[in-house]
T-cell receptor, first 115, second 110 residues
């Protein structure tokens, strides 16, 4: 079975440019999460969706960040304009609701470098 | 104070050693607990869930003490392939997102 698929795997761009990260969750999963990992702050939640609806975006750093989930099989995280401090690995994860807590499955991540 | 605290290590141990990692969490509303493993430049992967009664999976044993808000992971007979960063993770009541500790790095040496 295909896992969580993220693209691109690597992105290098200059500050001020718009960056779009993409995620395809595992089919049938109704929760989708965006996390960011840096050396200084570790892994931290940015936003999560349930049935395509944003539930908690309290981790989104500022208005430059936005996330959408137009359908059950696709989500984007956009940074506009990008800044060097946005450099990090961005992970997408998905899980499903069975009434019990289910593990989250992570994608391979997008390694983002803003010059 | 961080919501989930871990000793960053690194822990350098010989093959066959027993090693223990500890973790404390500050939010008493935390409901679910996990250990994730992350290899260098890879995504986090679930190692095991942690239950109140304690649980074991092969060489790995996890313990939870809700009164002390303390979680542990014990690895017995460590292998070279156990070298990784171990992340202590909690989930709050009613919120599906995970809160990660900063991780403890383990290096098993031949």
């Amino acid at each position: 079975d295909a896992g969580v698929i993220q693209s691109p795997r690597h992105e290098v761009t200059e500050m001020g440019q718009e960056v779009t990260l993409r995620c395809k969750p595992i089919s049938g999963h109704d929760y989708l999460f965006w996390y960011r990992q840096t050396m200084m702050r570790g892994l931290e939640l940015l936003i999560y969706f349930n049935n395509n609806v944003p539930i908690d975006d309290s981790g989104m750093p500022e208005d430059r960040f936005s996330a959408k989930m137009p359908n059950a099989s696709f989500s984007t995280l956009k940074i506009q304009p990008s800044e060097p401090r946005d450099s990090a690995v961005y992970f997408c994860a998905s899980s499903f609701d069975s009434g019990l807590v289910q593990p989250q499955h992570f994608g391979d991540g997008t390694r983002l470098s803003i010059l | 104070r961080k919501e989930v605290e871990q000793d960053p290590g690194p822990f350098n141990v010989p093959e066959g050693a027993t090693v223990a990692f500890n973790c404390t969490y500050s939010n008493s509303a935390s409901q679910s607990f996990f250990w994730y493993r992350q290899d260098c430049r890879k995504e986090p992967k679930l190692l095991m869930s942690v239950y109140s009664s304690g649980n074991e999976d092969g060489r790995f044993t996890a313990q939870l003490n809700r009164a002390s808000q303390y979680i542990s992971l014990l690895i017995r007979d460590s292998k070279l392939s156990d070298s990784a960063t171990y992340l202590c993770v909690v989930m709050d009541t009613g919120r599906r997102a995970l809160t990660f500790g900063s991780g403890t790095r383990l290096q098993v040496q031949p």
